[in-house]
């Protein structure tokens, strides 16, 4: 703060500069990491991408039972799920030091 207790203005955008660039390099990191959910001790894995885009869902054989596609199905949400929450932490981890105490600015996962 300056005498007269007004902001220095000049400080305060360098830091939203700052701010910016260091929000631009998350969000870079975060557009090219890759990263899977598993369930059923690894029977199904998805593949999502740091944005939220699942590219791929791999089934074992071993868990295809047509007598029983209700266990299969809840393996594949479970490891969607398992992918989301990978996506949402490292968009924590990644937006967190950047976004600070400003509520996330409306980002996936904040």
Known sequence: MRPGGQPNMQQMLKQAQKMQQQLAVAQAELAEAV???TAGGGL???TIT??????AVKIDP???DPEDV???EDLVLAAVHNASEAVRKLTEEKMGPVTGGMGGLGLPGF
């Open 62 to 64: 071993k868990a295809v």
């Open 44 to 46: 199904v894995t998805v």
């Open 70 to 72: 209700e266990t299969l």
């Open 35 to 37: 990263l899977t959910g």
């Open 50 to 55: 740091g944005a939220g885009e699942i590219t």
